[in-house]
């Protein structure tokens, strides 16, 4: 009981933690993890992968999704998005998705973390944070994914085009659009404002 106790003592309310991460603090990590499990103290959020609740008014507090998907791929290079960040833009999108998308350079496909399900899409490029610009080309990259009127959008996004920095959209599309999105976004640049 000393060193699970010894062992329960090294977790952070809160972390995620890998099965090879534990293992460093125990030489008997698999009899630990499955004690923390009965005991609530750890909970299994997918194979190999453990989060330590952090207790608040409400019960246990899920953990957070950078925290969790930072675990997950080994790395805290990625950007998690949903289509439900394209109705700030104001250009006519008012769908809510039950998605959320995470662009990182390692994994493709959907895994299901902590309850949740999550659509990894490897890129080659993303920002580290969200900019208005980065969103509408998104938009237009995913544009025949969503429930909106395409044309409308299209016609949306031109006229919201022209009152972002053309220097700064002109970079994001290069960055980070797709071929269709490009072209778009030069024939959109290509009129005077």
């Not at 008014?57 to 999704?65: E, I, R, S, T």
């Not at 980070?176 to 005077?192: E, L, N, Q, S």
Request: glycine residues 6%.
């Amino acid at each position: 009981m000393k060193k699970l106790n010894e062992f329960r003592k090294r977790l952070k309310p809160g972390q995620v933690y890998r099965r090879e991460e534990l293992a460093r603090w125990s030489t008997a990590v698999d009899r630990h993890i499955k004690q923390l499990l009965e005991m609530d103290a750890l909970v299994k959020l997918s194979p190999g992968l453990y989060l330590h609740p952090k207790q608040t008014v409400f019960g246990k507090a899920p953990a957070d999704d950078a925290t969790l998907v930072s675990a997950f791929l080994k790395d805290d290079d990625f950007l998690i998005t949903s289509p439900n960040a394209y109705n700030a833009l104001g250009v006519g999108t008012t769908q809510l998705y039950n998605q959320t998308v995470v662009y990182n350079h390692k994994r493709h496909g959907h895994f299901k973390l902590g309850g949740r399900q999550f659509e990894f899409r490897r890129k080659p490029g993303f920002p580290r944070k969200m900019t208005e610009e980065f969103l509408l080309v998104d938009l237009m990259n995913n544009l025949e994914n969503l429930a909106e009127d395409t044309q409308v959008l299209k016609v949306r996004v031109t006229e919201k085009s022209k009152h972002l920095r053309k220097s700064s959209l002109q970079s994001a599309a290069r960055k980070f659009g797709t071929v269709r999105t490009r072209k778009f976004f030069d024939a959109v640049m290509m009129h005077p404002r």
